[in-house]
């Protein structure tokens, strides 16, 4: 995790850049839960409620994501309204990745999902090859951000897949796959509290897991009662969690609790 400054990429050009991402703190996981949760049920609501349908519903995702991406390449700085903006986006095009290689494709959940390891391994390695850190407090360079944005992208093409894989596939349903996610993510986590797992390794492990357990948490609660669900609604679900990610979000651009310091980034 510890590397020096001088053999990190373009590191030095940069040290007047604050840091680009948060800090790993509980606001950051319950964020992540609840943007995974509205990439499953807000892309249902675009693709059927509103009925844009899986085109028109990838079209206009992909364009806002190109938007929001735009101006977060271009910021120098954490802004949490940003960030998470662009991590909302990215969690329904994950969905879609996912589910245009399914609906328009016919590739089965068990090839995609192996299909996003490969390539989310690719973008690691790549990553680790070219900047000799995958370090998360450290994103303040535009070839770290191209990296760093690149893998959440197919952690959650990758954790929807899999999530669809347990849930519809192997027909364990909503509420026993999110018990099963729950349960490794916890195992995760020991492993990084106890530090018998590489924190880095344990980081990305659980930010895969995370998607999966928060799909499994959106369709638990919006679909029908007939397709083991609670029955609020794609449009009451994501309404419900936007505010309470927008709640958070307001409160941390306030607080700034989960600013990382410069220099905590420069040194790892």
């Known amino acids: 995790m510890q590397t020096p400054l001088t053999h990190v990429g373009n590191a030095k050009q940069y040290k007047n850049w604050l840091v680009k991402t948060p800090e790993i703190t509980a606001f950051f996981w319950i964020i992540k839960v609840l943007a995974t949760t509205v990439g499953e049920t807000f892309a249902d609501y675009l693709n059927t409620t509103l009925g ?15 938007v929001a991406l735009f ?23 994950g969905t879609l990745f996912t589910d245009n290689l399914t609906d328009n ?37 535009p070839r770290r951000e191209t990296f760093y944005w690149s ?37 995760f986590c020991a492993g990084w509290t106890t530090k018998t797992l590489n924190p880095v390794f344990a980081f990305w492990g659980v930010y895969v897991l995370t998607r999966p357990l928060g799909a499994s948490i959106g369709d638990l609660l919006s679909q029908t009662k007939n ?6 609604g794609t449009s009451v679900t994501s309404g419900i969690f936007l505010a309470v990610i927008a709640i958070l979000v307001f409160y941390l651009t306030k607080s700034k609790r989960d600013a990382i310091p410069l220099d905590k980034a420069l040194s790892e």
């Open 71 to 93: 101006f977060q390449f271009k910021s120098t700085r954490y802004r949490p309204t940003l960030y998470w903006l662009v991590v909302v986006l990215i969690s329904i095009a």
């Open 227 to 232: 397709n083991g669900g609670i029955g609020l």
């Open 151 to 187: 893998a959440i992208l197919f952690t959650f093409a990758l954790g929807t897949a899999t999530g669809d894989l347990f849930a519809e596939r192997l027909g364990l349903g909503y509420g026993v796959s999110l018990l099963i996610f729950a349960g490794v993510i916890l195992i």
């Open 52 to 66: 844009f349908g899986l085109n028109g519903t990838t079209a206009a995702t992909i364009l806002a994501l190109v």
């Open 105 to 141: 494709l016919g590739v089965s959940l068990l090839v995609s999902s192996v299909i996003f390891s490969i390539i989310l391994a690719g973008i690691f390695i790549a990553w680790h090859s070219t900047e000799a850190s995958l370090a998360i407090h450290s994103i303040y360079t």
